[in-house]
């Protein structure tokens, strides 16, 4: 059973530099969700789709985060122009979307430093 | 908006006890999905229960049960014969919609003593 991964696990960076995470899910599930985490905190709904569609965007998602899910498998997110604000760990999550009790499945997590 | 509450930063628990978590929400939806998901140190989010808003029964998986109460929008989370396993952050969620996004609340870190 391949659960929700995601790459890389840790991403140092120095600030005004580009970085992309990546997350596969689980297959067969067509939805995917993006979180962001600071410490201490409960994760932060960034944005979600369904297949290739991206339905929901959160206002935390400035014009620096474009998430992408081509062909419905992979997404990935990335954020143009880094600041020392987006430190965080961002986390990935899939579901089958078709029960209604929907279970999300989260990946491991992409912890990023922003110097 | 809907916003999740978890008014317990920190809670401990001898091993084999029973300790309960609290969670207040707010919402002006009727339809709901209720859930709690544990984050061990430095692992994945796993999720532990869910409540169906529908229902009027608690759910209940092996050691760990919640008490849902509708009118007062809360949502408990009581472990029994606590583990040292259990030590970690646990999440109350809320979702009001099928596969939408999920609110949570800040978290509530248990520690388990043996």
């Known amino acids: 059973d391949t659960g929700v991964s995601q790459d890389p696990r840790h991403k140092i960076t120095k600030r005004g530099q580009n970085v992309t995470f990546r997350c596969d899910p689980i297959?067969?599930?067509?939805?995917l969700y993006w979180y962001r985490q600071t410490l201490g905190q409960g994760p932060e709904f960034l944005t979600y789709?369904?297949?290739?569609?991206?339905?929901?965007k959160s206002r935390l998602l400035s014009d620096r985060f474009s998430a992408e899910r081509p062909k419905g498998s992979f997404s990935t997110l990335e954020i143009q122009r880094t600041e020392q604000g987006d430190s965080a760990m961002y986390l990935c999550?899939?579901?089958?979307?078709?029960?209604?009790?929907?279970?999300?499945?989260f990946g491991p997590g992409t912890r990023l430093t922003v110097l | 908006a809907q916003t999740v509450t978890q008014s317990q930063p920190e809670m401990s628990v001898q091993e084999a006890e029973t300790v309960t978590l609290s969670c207040t929400y707010d919402?002006?939806?009727?339809?709901?999905?209720l859930f709690w998901y544990k984050q061990p140190p430095s692992r994945q989010m796993i999720l532990v229960i869910r409540?169906?808003?529908?229902?009027?029964q608690n759910a209940t998986e092996n050691r760990f049960s919640v008490n849902f109460q509708k009118a007062a929008k809360s949502f408990s989370l009581k472990i029994s014969d606590s583990q040292l396993g259990d030590a970690a952050m646990y999440f109350c969620?809320?979702?009001?919609?099928?596969?939408?996004?999920?609110?949570f609340g800040q978290g509530t870190e248990l520690s388990v003593k043996p």
């Open positions: 297959s067969e599930h067509n939805r």
């Open positions: 919402t002006s939806e009727s339809d709901y999905y």
């Open positions: 969620a809320y979702r009001y919609n099928q596969g939408g996004k999920l609110i």
């Open positions: 789709f369904q297949n290739e569609a991206q339905l929901e």
């Open positions: 999550a899939s579901s089958l979307g078709q029960a209604l009790t929907d279970t999300q499945y």
């Open positions: 409540q169906e808003a529908y229902k009027q």
